[in-house]
Protein backbone atom coordinates (compact mmCIF):
# COMPACT_ATOMS: atom_id res chain seq x y z
CA UNK A 1 0.00 0.00 0.00
CA UNK A 2 1.10 3.54 -0.48
CA UNK A 3 1.45 4.47 3.03
CA UNK A 4 4.34 5.13 5.12
CA UNK A 5 3.55 4.17 9.19
CA UNK A 6 5.23 6.17 12.11
CA UNK A 7 5.21 5.44 15.97
CA UNK A 8 3.23 8.85 17.09
CA UNK A 9 5.42 9.07 19.99
CA UNK A 10 9.36 8.20 21.41
CA UNK A 11 10.93 8.99 24.16
CA UNK A 12 14.69 8.90 25.38
CA UNK A 13 16.64 9.64 28.30
CA UNK A 14 18.84 12.46 28.16
CA UNK A 15 22.65 11.10 26.43
CA UNK A 16 21.11 7.87 25.12
CA UNK A 17 20.46 6.91 22.20
CA UNK A 18 17.10 6.48 20.50
CA UNK A 19 15.65 5.02 16.91
CA UNK A 20 12.65 6.06 14.99
CA UNK A 21 11.05 4.26 12.79
CA UNK A 22 9.16 3.93 9.77
CA UNK A 23 7.71 1.22 7.43
CA UNK A 24 5.86 1.01 4.24
CA UNK A 25 6.34 -0.84 0.85
CA UNK A 26 7.72 1.88 -1.01
CA UNK A 27 10.67 1.36 1.58
CA UNK A 28 11.45 -1.74 -0.46
CA UNK A 29 12.70 0.10 -3.53
CA UNK A 30 13.41 3.54 -2.13
CA UNK A 31 15.33 5.27 0.59
CA UNK A 32 13.22 7.46 3.13
CA UNK A 33 14.41 10.93 3.69
CA UNK A 34 13.59 12.12 7.56
CA UNK A 35 12.57 15.49 8.88
CA UNK A 36 12.75 17.15 11.95
CA UNK A 37 10.20 19.53 12.81
CA UNK A 38 9.87 22.22 15.98
CA UNK A 39 7.07 24.00 17.33
CA UNK A 40 6.29 26.75 14.32
CA UNK A 41 9.01 26.26 12.13
CA UNK A 42 9.09 24.63 8.81
CA UNK A 43 10.46 21.13 8.56
CA UNK A 44 13.89 20.75 8.41
CA UNK A 45 16.23 17.56 6.63
CA UNK A 46 18.33 15.64 8.23
CA UNK A 47 19.15 12.28 6.54
CA UNK A 48 18.56 11.34 2.81
CA UNK A 49 19.74 8.48 0.76
CA UNK A 50 21.45 5.71 2.45
CA UNK A 51 22.80 7.55 5.96
CA UNK A 52 22.77 11.78 4.10
CA UNK A 53 23.53 14.07 6.26
CA UNK A 54 22.97 18.04 5.14
CA UNK A 55 25.42 20.62 6.04
CA UNK A 56 25.10 21.87 9.57
CA UNK A 57 23.09 18.79 10.47
CA UNK A 58 24.82 16.62 14.12
CA UNK A 59 26.66 13.61 13.45
CA UNK A 60 24.57 11.98 16.19
CA UNK A 61 21.86 11.98 13.34
CA UNK A 62 22.26 8.79 10.99
CA UNK A 63 19.68 6.63 8.98
CA UNK A 64 19.76 2.83 8.23
CA UNK A 65 17.23 0.63 6.36
CA UNK A 66 16.65 -2.66 5.98
CA UNK A 67 13.51 -4.35 4.08
CA UNK A 68 10.39 -2.41 4.58
CA UNK A 69 11.76 0.31 7.38
CA UNK A 70 13.38 2.67 7.55
CA UNK A 71 15.30 4.47 10.37
CA UNK A 72 16.60 7.46 12.08
CA UNK A 73 18.87 6.88 15.10
CA UNK A 74 19.76 9.82 17.20
CA UNK A 75 22.73 8.82 19.53
CA UNK A 76 23.36 10.67 22.60
CA UNK A 77 20.29 12.59 22.20
CA UNK A 78 20.70 16.18 23.12
CA UNK A 79 17.26 18.05 24.68
CA UNK A 80 17.64 20.39 21.49
CA UNK A 81 16.12 17.03 19.56
CA UNK A 82 12.88 17.23 21.12
CA UNK A 83 11.03 17.33 18.14
CA UNK A 84 8.32 15.69 15.70
CA UNK A 85 10.64 13.79 13.02
CA UNK A 86 8.64 12.84 9.37
CA UNK A 87 9.89 10.11 7.05
CA UNK A 88 9.28 10.56 3.17
CA UNK A 89 9.72 8.52 0.01
CA UNK A 90 7.09 8.17 -2.93
CA UNK A 91 5.12 5.48 -4.79
CA UNK A 92 5.39 3.21 -7.87
CA UNK A 93 2.74 6.09 -9.53
CA UNK A 94 5.34 8.94 -8.51
CA UNK A 95 3.18 10.31 -5.31
CA UNK A 96 5.10 11.82 -2.66
CA UNK A 97 4.62 9.79 0.82
CA UNK A 98 4.78 11.15 4.53
CA UNK A 99 4.60 9.27 7.62
CA UNK A 100 2.32 10.28 9.71
CA UNK A 101 5.02 11.84 12.02
CA UNK A 102 6.85 10.75 15.90
CA UNK A 103 7.12 13.33 18.36
CA UNK A 104 10.32 12.77 19.99
CA UNK A 105 10.32 13.63 23.91
CA UNK A 106 13.85 13.69 25.72
CA UNK A 107 13.29 12.74 29.31
CA UNK B 1 21.90 29.73 -0.29
CA UNK B 2 18.31 29.11 -2.11
CA UNK B 3 15.07 30.68 0.25
CA UNK B 4 11.19 30.06 -0.79
CA UNK B 5 8.90 32.74 0.42
CA UNK B 6 4.65 31.35 -0.05
CA UNK B 7 2.75 34.62 0.05
CA UNK B 8 -1.01 35.09 -0.81
CA UNK B 9 -3.97 35.29 1.20
CA UNK B 10 -4.47 33.90 4.69
CA UNK B 11 -8.53 33.94 4.73
CA UNK B 12 -10.27 32.10 2.14
CA UNK B 13 -13.92 31.72 2.02
CA UNK B 14 -15.76 28.30 1.16
CA UNK B 15 -16.18 27.05 -1.86
CA UNK B 16 -13.55 29.92 -3.35
CA UNK B 17 -10.53 29.31 -4.96
CA UNK B 18 -7.05 29.24 -2.59
CA UNK B 19 -4.36 30.81 -4.41
CA UNK B 20 -0.77 30.82 -3.36
CA UNK B 21 2.61 31.84 -4.79
CA UNK B 22 6.23 30.77 -4.08
CA UNK B 23 9.71 32.99 -4.92
CA UNK B 24 12.46 31.17 -5.81
CA UNK B 25 15.45 33.22 -4.64
CA UNK B 26 18.29 31.98 -6.97
CA UNK B 27 18.38 30.80 -10.65
CA UNK B 28 18.28 27.05 -9.28
CA UNK B 29 14.30 27.31 -10.45
CA UNK B 30 15.37 26.54 -14.54
CA UNK B 31 17.04 23.65 -13.39
CA UNK B 32 16.16 20.44 -15.20
CA UNK B 33 17.22 18.31 -11.51
CA UNK B 34 14.58 19.71 -8.96
CA UNK B 35 10.72 19.41 -8.43
CA UNK B 36 8.92 22.43 -6.93
CA UNK B 37 6.10 21.30 -4.52
CA UNK B 38 3.76 22.40 -2.13
CA UNK B 39 2.86 20.53 0.65
CA UNK B 40 0.32 21.41 3.64
CA UNK B 41 0.24 20.61 7.51
CA UNK B 42 -3.38 21.14 9.40
CA UNK B 43 -2.52 22.29 12.96
CA UNK B 44 -1.50 19.72 14.79
CA UNK B 45 -1.59 17.25 12.40
CA UNK B 46 0.95 15.48 9.65
CA UNK B 47 2.37 16.42 6.59
CA UNK B 48 0.80 16.13 3.26
CA UNK B 49 2.05 16.57 -0.15
CA UNK B 50 -0.45 18.14 -2.53
CA UNK B 51 1.84 18.44 -5.75
CA UNK B 52 4.41 19.62 -8.19
CA UNK B 53 5.99 20.99 -10.77
CA UNK B 54 9.05 20.02 -12.61
CA UNK B 55 11.56 22.81 -14.05
CA UNK B 56 10.18 21.13 -17.62
CA UNK B 57 6.76 21.79 -16.39
CA UNK B 58 5.07 18.57 -16.02
CA UNK B 59 3.26 17.95 -12.89
CA UNK B 60 1.40 15.39 -10.75
CA UNK B 61 -0.52 15.64 -7.58
CA UNK B 62 -1.59 13.75 -4.69
CA UNK B 63 -4.87 11.63 -5.94
CA UNK B 64 -7.15 12.84 -3.11
CA UNK B 65 -6.88 16.56 -4.67
CA UNK B 66 -6.08 16.08 -8.19
CA UNK B 67 -9.35 17.21 -9.13
CA UNK B 68 -9.21 20.73 -7.32
CA UNK B 69 -5.62 21.10 -7.54
CA UNK B 70 -3.21 23.30 -10.36
CA UNK B 71 0.24 24.10 -10.21
CA UNK B 72 1.42 26.38 -12.50
CA UNK B 73 5.02 28.05 -12.82
CA UNK B 74 6.32 31.76 -14.21
CA UNK B 75 9.91 31.07 -15.01
CA UNK B 76 10.75 34.41 -15.80
CA UNK B 77 10.06 35.56 -12.15
CA UNK B 78 11.04 32.38 -10.61
CA UNK B 79 7.58 31.02 -9.38
CA UNK B 80 5.56 28.62 -8.94
CA UNK B 81 1.44 28.63 -7.85
CA UNK B 82 -0.73 26.75 -5.93
CA UNK B 83 -4.90 27.16 -6.98
CA UNK B 84 -6.92 24.72 -4.96
CA UNK B 85 -10.25 25.07 -5.74
CA UNK B 86 -13.98 24.63 -4.01
CA UNK B 87 -12.07 25.09 -0.51
CA UNK B 88 -14.04 24.00 2.82
CA UNK B 89 -12.79 23.97 6.27
CA UNK B 90 -11.12 20.81 5.87
CA UNK B 91 -8.06 22.22 3.58
CA UNK B 92 -7.36 25.02 6.59
CA UNK B 93 -3.49 24.59 7.15
CA UNK B 94 -0.10 25.84 6.83
CA UNK B 95 1.03 25.87 3.16
CA UNK B 96 4.84 25.11 2.69
CA UNK B 97 6.43 25.44 -0.19
CA UNK B 98 9.40 23.12 -0.93
CA UNK B 99 11.97 22.63 -3.44
CA UNK B 100 12.68 18.71 -4.28
CA UNK B 101 15.64 16.82 -5.57
CA UNK B 102 14.63 13.48 -6.70
CA UNK B 103 16.63 10.60 -8.37
CA UNK B 104 15.12 7.13 -9.33
CA UNK B 105 18.76 5.90 -9.79
CA UNK B 106 19.83 6.42 -6.95
CA UNK B 107 16.72 5.65 -5.51
CA UNK B 108 16.24 8.70 -3.22
CA UNK B 109 14.35 12.03 -2.85
CA UNK B 110 14.63 15.02 -0.51
CA UNK B 111 12.45 18.25 0.12
CA UNK B 112 15.21 20.99 1.01
CA UNK B 113 14.79 23.84 1.63
CA UNK B 114 11.40 24.52 2.60
CA UNK B 115 9.49 28.17 2.90
CA UNK B 116 8.02 29.17 6.11
CA UNK B 117 5.12 28.45 5.65
CA UNK B 118 1.85 30.51 5.47
CA UNK B 119 -1.23 30.19 7.13
CA UNK B 120 -4.53 29.89 5.16
CA UNK B 121 -7.72 29.44 6.85
CA UNK B 122 -11.32 28.75 5.02
CA UNK B 123 -13.98 30.88 6.98
CA UNK B 124 -16.87 32.91 6.15
Known amino acids: SSELTQDPAVSVALGQTVRVTCQGD??????ASWYQQKPGQAPLLVIY???SRPSGIADRFSGSSSGDTASLTITEAQAEDEADYYC??????????FGGGTKLTVL | QVQLQESGPGLVKPSQTLSLTCTVSDGSFTRGTYYWSWIRQPAGKGLEWIGHISSSGSTNYHPSLKSRVIISADASKNQFSLKLSSVTAADTAVYYC????????????????WGQGTLVTVSS
Open chain 2, 98 to 113: AREYMSEMLRLNYFDP
Open chain 1, 26 to 31: SLRRYY
Open chain 1, 88 to 97: NSWDSSGYRL
Open chain 1, 49 to 51: GKN
